[in-house]
């Protein structure tokens, strides 16, 4: 068990993420933006904690993460402006990352992108500043000295998948289901010596327990 701090918990992963992690019997805290999202969060048993990551200080997130063992951070502007995608995937996992080292929080798990995404189309600027400013937060993570995963999904789905998934350090790119990148996460968060790991996730044949037991390395 394990009290876990989720940026992203309003969103297609991590609502789908939440489930499966109280299933689990883990205790959950998730960062909400909008003051109705409190009482859903507490429905599904997560302690809300009110805040957008774009204008949060470190300081304040440092008090946010107070008694977390790890924190999930997969939030993402979605496209919504230059600036937003600046401060929300690029920013915020730099945000976690200096306010992890100051509380005790030793691991961090960031949803990425895959790194082939967009490159079979015209690409607009917009999209290249976002894969930018993924690849700049994947970086800062992976050199912070904290124990992490970083998972780089393909296209994300709105949906909630078969649970069955093809993950690796290098895999043809592909779709995946929102709750397939749920299930992958869920699995890593329990098999704890799996760290300092890049994953790229699709959709696939095998079940995320076994994806996840198969990326162990012997």
């Known amino acids: 068990m394990a009290n876990i701090f989720l940026i992203g918990a309003t969103g297609g992963v991590g609502s789908r993420l939440i489930p499966k992690l109280i299933e689990r019997g883990h205790i959950l805290t998730g960062l909400h933006r909008k003051p109705e999202q409190a009482d859903a969060l507490r429905a599904a048993g997560v302690t809300p904690a009110p805040g957008d990551i774009m204008d949060l200080s470190t300081d304040e997130l440092e008090m946010m993460l107070q008694g977390s063992d790890l924190a999930v951070f997969s939030a993402g502007a ?83 998948g078969d649970g069955r998934v093809r993950a690796g350090h290098a895999i043809p790119y592909g779709n995946v289901a929102r709750g397939n990148v749920a299930a992958f996460i869920a699995e890593l968060i329990d098999s704890p010596d799996i760290n300092r790991e890049i994953f790229e996730l699709t959709d696939g044949d095998v079940p995320a327990g076994d994806a996840v037991s198969a990326l162990r390395r012997s």
């Open 78 to 160: 979605a496209g919504s402006g230059w600036d937003r995608t600046t401060a929300i995937d690029g920013d915020g996992p730099i945000k976690l990352i200096d306010a992890a080292r100051k509380t005790g929080v030793k691991r961090i798990y960031l949803v990425s992108v895959f790194p082939d995404a967009g490159r079979k189309r015209d690409t607009s600027e917009g999209f290249e500043h976002y894969m930018e400013e993924k690849k700049r937060a994947d970086a800062a993570l992976a050199e912070s000295g904290l124990e992490y995963v970083i998972i780089r999904p393909g296209t994300l789905q709105t949906a909630e």
